[in-house]
């Protein structure tokens, strides 16, 4: 098992520019289909992830 360890004093590092993240910008992305976010680096914009698609049958 691999264990978790909640770090407040800590930032993680961008994998595209190496800067600390203090903080992340996120972008509403709608469809038919529902609705999702794209999370990007503030430093230099780059895509670190995408929420799951939340449709309206999931509430």
Same mark, same amino acid.
Request: aromatic fraction near 10%.
């Given at each position: 098992? /691999?264990?978790? =360890? =909640? ?5 993680? /590092? &961008?994998?595209?520019?190496?800067? =600390? /993240?203090?903080r992340v @910008?996120?972008?509403?992305?709608? *469809?038919?289909?529902?609705?999702? @976010? /794209?999370? @990007? &680096? *503030? *430093? ?6 995408? *929420?799951?698609?939340? $449709? @309206?049958w999931m $509430?």
């Open positions: 098992m /691999i264990q978790v =360890e =909640e770090r407040d004093d800590l930032n993680p /590092i &961008c994998p595209h520019c190496a800067a =600390e /993240i203090k @910008f996120a972008r509403k992305l709608e *469809s038919a289909f529902g609705v999702r @976010f /794209i999370y @990007f &680096c *503030s *430093s230099c914009k780059k895509t670190l992830g995408v *929420s799951h698609r939340k $449709g @309206f $509430g």
